[in-house]
């Protein structure tokens, strides 16, 4: 009889737990020869290709009601999945730490977008 995986979400589930099991995953192949930062890259990016295929042609609204479809829903979530692992497949191979990278770039965004100035807005800074 197959072992039960044990129920995973966001809250019980580190980035470092994912990075193992990335790492763990291309290990075991002997896919780190195939995993260098150009090639995860462009993969990360025909995965997300991929992903924008689901939306194409549809309205913004059409596109919030996907959550409602539990199919689409699903195929969006595989398509996610490849970009979240090719993201963190590139991380390993950088060695970079993803919480600090991800925290650098979000004070950055903060002191560029300001909540005040930006609020219901989208684009660039407006010059005045």
Not at 73 to 80: Q, T
Request: net charge negative.
């Amino acid at each position: 009889m197959p072992q039960e995986q044990p129920a995973t979400s966001d809250s019980t589930t580190t980035l470092s737990d994912l990075k193992t099991l990335i790492q763990d995953f291309v290990d075991q192949r002997d896919w780190n020869q195939f995993h260098s930062p150009k090639n995860l890259s462009m993969s990360m990016a025909i995965e997300a290709a991929e992903l924008m295929e689901h939306f194409q042609w549809i309205s913004m609204d059409e596109s919030r009601e996907t959550p409602d479809n539990p199919e689409k829903l699903h195929d969006v979530g595989e398509e996610i999945a490849d970009v979240i692992c090719y993201a963190i497949a590139l991380c390993n191979q950088l060695e970079l730490d993803i919480a600090t990278v991800v925290m650098n770039k979000m004070k950055k965004n903060m002191a560029k977008y300001p909540a005040e100035e930006f609020t219901g807005r989208y684009g660039h800074k407006h010059r005045t």
